[in-house]
């Protein structure tokens, strides 16, 4: 596997070096660098190109002048811009805006699209099935810059407009949404038409008792889950994990599970009222997220006996769960506060930008307003890798469930869930991995349209201005991150072959 790792990645270093050396001739000589400065009514006008062309070293032809940008690249230096910035300055704020952007839209899209893309197979040719195909080919066919459009238009503007009036939702969408629930709970609920109604009417009547709750509470205005809503949400997640990765008649995993939501939800208040005010750093949430991980993997070690791995698995996703459900309503807390600000007045939703300029405020106001101004750009990515995701995925676990070893399993008498889990969706992951390595390593390179219309500054606004102005140095540091990024994720994908199915090795 080493022989193969540093094979792969001689092959690729040189394989980049050649496409660095294209990519820069043909920036170079796509247009004249000078020619902003040659329109100018200056009167130090030839002082200012003279300047410009000894900054850049445009007195050497482009297939020459790869050598010196290379040679500074190596030392870490990617130069400066046409008009003298730094471009590691610049390509570090693009980055970090761009990781931020695509970082939650990757993770959900992926998450929602594997399970989406599971039930639809597991449901084959029901009305779910084809009503998640036809609203996947929908947003695949649809423009992003459309889509983000209608985003600002309806969930922006219209719900910022929503909070300013009073924010009640009327009977009929009440009763509209709860037909919705009921009807995708009772397409995705097998079993008979007497079960299929049984199910339709708890989600409708759950769904209605939440929304009326939420209007009687004014919850649009001051939104919290509360410790009732944690301890829901942590006991489900404890019998939910259990359920899928072990099955319910593991005693030992349902009881760790349950003693890490128990914990989570005794935690609540010294940690709402009291500890949170102590947590003012990124990295001071980031410590908590990992100490929740050795605790809950703590409890499921002690609590598994000899089937342990499945058991810590469980506990340490139950535990991130409520973790990060008790950090959300702590967020929640100060929603009111940010959204009634003189920075906000009252319209928290952003259409545009990054973050609020001059706003003031602890962690948890800070976070919140990452919140309102991701929330658009993130749900746009969403909608349009979603699709691909749940199509894919449901096309790969079909072709594995149609396979040998999958109706031997079920011949020897193996309940479905263990099949599906243990068998089916864990070969089912191999083409999926491809996608989501290339993914993954084409969305660090920026979403520019996403980001042109949300007035995002990553990185591919970076490349887009550096082609506009002729300006190699910003384009070639764009370039050498994407095209590092994608040798890397490649490789990524290769080895998780091996990790997903042993049958794979290289030798």
Do not use: C
């Not at 609540?268 to 929740?292: C, K």
């Not at 800070?366 to 699709?387: K, N, R």
């Amino acid at each position: 596997m080493a022989t193969f790792v540093i094979r792969r990645l001689i092959a690729s270093v040189f394989v980049l070096l050649a496409a660095t050396y294209i990519m820069y001739n043909l920036v170079a000589l796509s247009g004249d660098p000078l020619e902003d400065l040659r329109q100018s009514s200056a009167p130090n006008k030839e002082q200012l190109i003279e300047s410009r062309i000894r900054l850049l070293n445009l007195d050497v032809a482009p297939p020459l002048r790869y050598f010196i940008w290379f040679a500074n690249v190596i030392t870490g230096n990617f130069g400066v811009t046409v008009e003298g910035r730094s471009v590691n300055a610049l390509l570090e704020q693009a980055l970090g805006s761009t990781v931020q952007l695509v970082t939650i839209s990757t993770i959900v899209a992926i998450f929602l699209g594997l399970i989406v893309g599971i039930t639809t197979a597991l449901r084959q040719y029901s009305g779910y099935d084809y009503s998640v195909t036809f609203i996947s080919f929908l947003f695949f066919s649809l423009p992003i810059f459309w889509v983000a459009v209608l985003l600002k238009q309806f969930v922006a503007i219209g719900f910022n407009d929503f909070l300013e009036d009073d924010p009640q939702l009327p009977l009929l969408l009440i009763a509209v949404l709860a037909l919705v629930s009921g009807a995708l709970w009772a397409s995705v609920i097998p079993g008979s038409a007497r079960r299929k109604a049984i199910t339709f009417a708890i989600a409708a009547g759950a769904t209605v008792a939440l929304l009326t709750v939420m209007n009687l509470t004014d919850w649009f205005s001051s939104p919290s889950l509360t410790i009732g809503g944690v301890a829901i949400m942590g006991i489900g997640a404890a019998v939910g994990f259990t359920a899928m990765i072990t099955g319910l008649a593991n005693r030992r995993a349902l009881i760790a599970a349950l003693i890490v939501a128990g914990l989570g939800i005794a935690l609540y208040y010294p940690f709402q009222y009291n500890l949170s005010f102590y947590v003012t750093e990124w990295w001071m949430l980031l410590a908590l997220a990992v100490l929740t991980v050795l605790v809950s993997g703590a409890i499921g070690y002690f609590a598994g006996g000899h089937d342990r791995g499945p058991v810590i698995r469980v506990a340490i996703f139950t535990g991130l769960t409520a973790a990060f459900v008790i950090a959300l309503d702590r967020f929640m807390l100060v929603w009111d506060d940010y959204a009634n600000s003189g920075r906000v007045r009252g319209r928290p939703i952003a259409t545009i930008g990054a973050s609020t300029p001059n706003l003031e405020g602890s962690l948890w106001v800070e976070g919140v307003d990452i919140y309102t101004h991701l929330l658009l750009p993130t749900l746009a990515l969403i909608l349009i890798s979603f699709a691909t995701y749940t199509r894919y995925s449901r096309a790969s676990l079909l072709e594995v469930l149609n396979q040998d070893y999958i109706r031997t399993a079920r011949a020897k008498g193996l309940s479905e869930r263990t099949v599906v889990v243990r068998h089916a969706f864990r070969n089912a992951l191999i083409p999926i991995a491809t996608i989501v390595a290339f993914d993954i390593g084409g969305l660090i390179g920026g979403a520019i349209i996403t980001e042109r219309v949300f007035g995002w500054t990553g990185m591919g606004s970076l490349f887009q201005n550096g082609l506009q102005r002729v300006d190699p140095n910003p384009v070639m540091a764009f370039f050498v991150i994407v095209g590092g990024l994608a040798i890397l994720f490649n490789l990524i994908a290769d080895l998780v072959y091996a990790a997903l199915d042993p049958r794979i090795r290289v030798n």
